[in-house]
């Protein structure tokens, strides 16, 4: 009925064929079934939560930046909400592409982390992070994960480096900009 609330936790998809660019398709050597069945998603089922973020997965990402930040999380769509679930779910990313040997960088994978690791460091500014504090997210990581991933452990030193490397260059780029916007606003 119209205004119930659905969440889908199990979807099944067959995968068979690769598509090309042309539109083509090639059956796939070994084809399979994803069931779509994550580990977020079958914690936030088991543990009786209405999102991912508030399992034991997620949730402490989501603490921390409350501590930092001084502001509550309300499992909303306030803006505060995501902007701490952006954090958490891109600290994570960050992390293991990072222990994967994916580098920030301006083309491929590098380029993708790059925007993510932004992304994440915009969200910071917006809830009140003046001080570099996304490298904090992503070494929380490594702690939560690591039993679990121990290449995560291993890259712990590597991600902090590159993460306040990626940080203090964006937070100059992010005050120039915002600087000239402001003059140029004013002007």
């Known amino acids: 009925p119209e205004g119930d609330r659905v969440l889908e936790i199990w979807n099944l998809v067959f995968m068979q064929y690769e598509r090309h660019k042309d539109g083509s398709l090639t059956p796939l050597p070994k084809p399979s079934v994803d069931t779509g069945m994550g580990l977020e998603?079958?914690?936030?089922?088991?543990?009786?939560?209405?999102?991912?973020?508030?399992?034991?997965?997620?949730?402490?990402?989501?603490?921390?930046?409350?501590?930092?930040?001084?502001?509550?999380?309300?499992?909303?769509?306030?803006?505060?909400?995501?902007?701490?679930?952006?954090?958490?779910d891109h600290a994570r990313a960050t992390a293991f592409l990072i222990a994967d040997g994916v580098l920030p960088s301006n083309d491929g994978r590098g380029s993708v982390l790059r925007r993510i690791m932004r992304r994440?460091?915009?969200?910071?500014?917006?809830?009140?992070?003046?001080?570099?504090?996304?490298?904090?997210?992503?070494?929380?990581?490594?702690?939560?994960?690591?039993?679990?991933?121990?290449?995560?452990?291993?890259?712990?030193?590597?991600?902090?480096?590159?993460?306040?490397?990626?940080?203090?260059?964006f937070r100059r780029t992010l005050e120039r900009g915002l600087k000239l916007f402001e003059e140029a606003a004013e002007g």
């Open 41 to 88: 998603r079958l914690a936030m089922v088991m543990g009786g939560h209405a999102s991912n973020y508030d399992t034991d997965l997620l949730r402490p990402l989501i603490s921390l930046t409350e501590r930092r930040s001084g502001k509550h999380y309300g499992s909303t769509d306030a803006e505060d909400d995501v902007s701490m679930r952006v954090i958490a």
């Open 120 to 169: 994440a460091i915009r969200h910071g500014h917006r809830l009140g992070f003046h001080d570099l504090f996304f490298h904090e997210h992503c070494v929380e990581v490594t702690e939560r994960f690591g039993a679990a991933y121990p290449e995560l452990k291993e890259a712990r030193a590597l991600i902090e480096k590159m993460v306040r490397l990626e940080e203090e260059t």
